[in-house]
């Protein structure tokens, strides 16, 4: 007989709960996904028009499409390995130029090139000659010096600005704000001890602006400054990857092959679709819309005020809750007391910073709505309450994520530092933050990714569901993509619920990506430097 062991009976019990709760756990997360896959599915189908489409021409688009990307796969699979990577971000880079094109030709709507161009020359430039200066010295006073610098050339440009008559067409002004910075920083990397070299890069990437300006508009039909943000965005940066690659190892060309192959299928697909189909799908999220504004029409309806309006506020959000909550972060773990009563008043502190951190955003909107509008008086509705009241949302997430990344770095670090003779601050600066930036900067993109998707809070301070101009300062009207698209949903016109709002929701989801994987890459990218 047998002697019974408690102990093996209680771990079989235990190891059987824990895959039962395995199972569980993992059954409900690709419920949760596949639920989620489905939605965003059928709101694709909505945006793009695709029931619109027939049955032979699906068939059509997929074999055209299909067979360059399945054989270049193949290529990759079998053939090249080593290139698979490569393949990636070269076909990565030209899109997302192109929704960075997009940001900027959003600031240039809003700010005119001449602003950037006269604070860039007088304010930018003098405070990076002057770090350059100081830190070629190993002179701590760098930074100091170069905002110094920045401070006086910005006083500067506001009592000028207003003087200035005369100034050069828009095209070279973005030449000189856009094309020579990047040409700079990629003959910099390309070439970091030959100047020659560096000259000849410089010159050649000014001299492609140039060129941009004049075959833009005759190639694509956009305006010369179009063109110039084109170029500086998108090919500049293909152009700097591929001599990146190319210069490393000459064999590996297949690989910058990526976007091509790409682009062809989405051409072959769309030509042997509409060769073979009858009818092919009808979308709603075309250029139209993301250029167009608000219309009682759904064939003109677009989202481009909205589209600024976050731009804006998420600007306004970034700034704001960066700062803010790692500066606080950064007080709460290096220099907050930890023991005795301002010990015990460290720890309130921070529990209610978690606390915060799971407050409804209505709350929030509340809260702008009495501190920001009532109290200090800023009026309803404008851009700069909707930032400042979005930072409070997220604020608390920001500073708590910003706690972890900075609580990650280990403790001999800032005694090594200490050791050879380091003041706090510095061990801050130099040994702390660089290896906490991958965390705080993933957790705050991550929070702005909630912060560009909230409703509640912008319609508690006054912001107007619906604009027809984007604003051009702080103190204008604003909405945002998900306020437009909320007015959408509930339209009494069907068009709009069943088609409009999709695509505003369509383009919402690719911006939160973006920042999405902008918080991947920016993360990856810390690492390997820490």
Do not use: C
Request: charged share 10%; net charge neutral; glycine share 10%.
């Amino acid at each position: 007989m047998s002697e019974h062991n408690p102990d093996t009976a209680f771990a079989g019990v235990s190891r059987l709960r824990g895959r039962i709760f395995g199972s569980l756990a993992k059954a409900a997360s690709w419920l949760g996904v596949v639920v989620l896959a489905w939605l965003l599915f059928m709101v694709v189908v909505d945006a793009f028009g695709l029931t619109a489409a027939s049955t032979d021409w699906y068939l059509g688009a997929l074999v055209g499409f299909g067979a360059p990307l399945a054989t270049y796969s193949a290529y990759l699979y079998w053939k090249r390995p080593d290139l698979r990577w490569i393949a990636v971000r070269a076909t990565v880079i030209p899109p997302a130029g192109l929704i960075f094109a997009g940001a900027i030709f959003v600031l240039f709507l809003v700010f005119e090139p001449f602003f950037w161009f006269l604070y860039y020359t007088i304010a930018v430039l003098p405070a990076v000659a002057v770090y350059g200066h100081f830190a070629t010295r190993d002179d701590t006073r760098a930074p100091l010096a170069a905002g110094f610098v920045g401070v006086v050339g910005l006083v500067i440009g506001y009592f000028v600005e207003p003087l200035i008559l005369i100034m050069p067409l828009p095209w070279i002004m973005l030449v000189w704000v856009l094309v020579v910075p990047a040409g700079a920083l990629i003959a910099y990397r390309q070439a970091p001890e030959d100047r020659q070299q560096q000259v000849t890069i410089l010159g050649t990437g000014v001299a492609g602006g140039v060129l941009a300006s004049y075959l833009g508009p005759a190639l694509i039909g956009v305006t010369p400054d179009t063109a110039v943000i084109l170029y500086a965005a998108t090919l500049l940066p293909v152009a700097w990857y591929n001599g990146a690659v190319l210069a490393n190892d000459r064999s590996a060309w297949p690989g910058l092959l990526g976007p091509v192959v790409a682009l062809g299928a989405i051409g072959g697909g769309i030509v042997l679709g509409g060769l073979v189909g009858t009818t092919g799908p009808e979308p709603v999220l075309d250029w139209q819309f993301l250029t167009s504004a608000p219309s009682t029409l759904p064939a003109n309806a677009g989202l481009f005020p909205a589209i600024v309006g976050s731009v804006f506020i998420i600007a306004i959000v970034a700034i704001v809750s960066f700062v803010v909550g790692v500066g606080a972060a950064i007080y709460l773990e290096e220099y907050a007391p930890q023991t005795g009563v301002g010990g015990t008043i460290t720890r309130i502190i921070r529990v209610n910073i978690a606390n915060l951190a799971g407050v409804p955003s209505v709350v929030y909107g509340l809260l702008g709505l009495g501190l920001f509008v009532n109290l200090i008086g800023m009026g309803l509705g404008i851009v700069l309450v909707a930032g400042l009241t979005l930072s409070l949302l997220i604020l608390p997430i920001v500073i708590i994520s910003a706690q972890e990344a900075i609580r990650s770095v280990p403790e001999e670090v800032r005694e090594a530092s200490y050791g050879m003779g380091a003041t706090r601050w510095q061990t801050i600066r130099e040994v702390v933050l660089p290896r906490a930036v991958p965390g705080v900067l993933t957790g705050t993109i991550l929070a702005l990714s909630r912060a560009i998707g909230e409703t509640a809070p912008l319609l508690m301070i006054g912001a107007a569901t619906t604009v027809f101009r984007p604003p051009t300062g702080f103190a204008s009207q604003v909405s945002a993509m998900p306020l437009q698209v909320f007015y959408w949903s509930f339209h009494q016109k069907s068009a709009f619920r069943e088609l409009i709002a999709p695509a505003g929701v369509v383009t919402l989801l690719v911006v939160m990506l973006s920042m999405n994987v902008l918080a991947i890459y920016l993360r990856n990218r810390y690492e390997q430097q820490a």
